[in-house]
C-alpha cells in the first residue's frame, strides 16, 4: 500500500513538478523573510529586501524579453526556410501562396531576398508575381514560368536553362549573365532588358518583344527569333551563328541586322 502510495505521489510530482517547484521557493521566502525581521532592523531588512525584489524583477523581465526575442526570430527562421521550401513546389497553389506571403512580408528584394541563390529548379511557378525580387543566381532550370511577372526583377548569372518562359513579363529584368539555354521564352516581354553575356543558344524567342534590349556579347546560336520585335536592340559580338532571324531567314555572315530590325519592328 505504501509503495503504491509512493508511486502515485512520484507521478503526481512529474506532472506538477513547476508547482511544487514554486510551492517550495515561496515557502523558502516565507522563512526567510521572517527570520529575517526577527533578527534584523526591520526598517534597514525592509529597504534590502525591497532592493533585491526590484533587482530580481528586473533580472527576470530582461531575461523574459530576451528569451522572447529569441523565440520569435526561431520562429521567423522556420517560417521562412518553410516559405523558400514551398516556393520550389511542383503545385502552382502551393508556389504562389509561398511567394505571397513573401513578397507580403518584404522579404523577396533587396540584398538579403530569400529566393536568392536558392534552388527552384523544376518549381510550378506559371503567374507568378515576382516584380523587382532578387534572384540573383536563383536556379529555376526546367522551371515553369508561364505569364510569371518578372519586371525589373534581378536575375543576374541565374540559371533558367530550359525554362518555360512564355508571356513572361520580364521588361526592364536584369539578366546579365543568365543561363537561358533551350528556354522557351515565345512572346515574352523582354523590352529594356539586360541579356548581356546571356546565353540564348537554342532558345525559343518567336514574337518576343525586344525593343531596347541589351544584347551586347548574348550567345544567340541556333536561336528561333522569327517574329521578335528588335527594334533599338544592341546585338553588338552577339554570337546568331544559324540563328533564324526575324523574317524567317538563318543568319549569316553579312546580313545587316539593322534593316531587320527596322523591318520587323
Known amino acids: 500500500m505504501r509503495h503504491h502510495n ?10 506538477n513538478r513547476i508547482i511544487f517547484q514554486i510551492t517550495v521557493a515561496a515557502f523558502v521566502l516565507l522563512i526567510g523573510i521572517s527570520v529575517g525581521l526577527l533578527r534584523f532592523n526591520r526598517a534597514d531588512f525592509g529597504l534590502n529586501l525591497f532592493t533585491e525584489f526590484l533587482g530580481m524583477f528586473v533580472t527576470v523581465g530582461i531575461f523574459d524579453v530576451l528569451n522572447r526575442y529569441r523565440d520569435g ?3 521567423k527562421r522556420q ?4 516559405l523558400i521550401l514551398d516556393a520550389g513546389s511542383v503545385s502552382n497553389e502551393v508556389a504562389i501562396d509561398a511567394i505571397r506571403e513573401l ?3 518584404k522579404w523577396l528584394d533587396g ?7 536558392r534552388n527552384l529548379a523544376g518549381a510550378n511557378l506559371k503567374q507568378v508575381e515576382l516584380e523587382q525580387a532578387n534572384l540573383e543566381c536563383t536556379n529555376f532550370e526546367n522551371a515553369d514560368l508561364s505569364n510569371a511577372r518578372l519586371a525589373y526583377a534581378n536575375l543576374t548569372s541565374s540559371n533558367l536553362s530550359k525554362c518555360l518562359l512564355i508571356h513572361a513579363q520580364l521588361s526592364g529584368a536584369n539578366l546579365q549573365e543568365a543561363d537561358l539555354f533551350a528556354a ?7 523590352s529594356f532588358a539586360c541579356l548581356e553575356q546571356a546565353d540564348l543558344e537554342d532558345a525559343v524567342l518567336c514574337g518576343a518583344d525586344l525593343r531596347d534590349a541589351n544584347l551586347r556579347g548574348a550567345n544567340l546560336r541556333n536561336a528561333n527569333l522569327y517574329g521578335a520585335n528588335l527594334l533599338a536592340a544592341d546585338l553588338h559580338d552577339a554570337n546568331l551563328e544559324n540563328a533564324t ?6 543568319w549569316r555572315p553579312g546580313i545587316a541586322l539593322e534593316n531587320i530590325q527596322e523591318e520587323h519592328s
Open 6 to 15: 509512493t508511486q502515485r505521489f512520484k507521478r503526481y510530482y512529474r506532472n
Open 73 to 75: 526570430q526561431q520562429n
Open 79 to 82: 517560417l521562412q526556410e518553410r
Open 103 to 105: 513578397g507580403k512580408r
Open 111 to 117: 540584398v538579403d531576398g530569400l529566393l536568392r541563390a
Open 184 to 190: 522557351d521564352l515565345s512572346n515574352a516581354l523582354l
Open 245 to 250: 532571324l526575324p523574317d524567317g531567314r538563318i
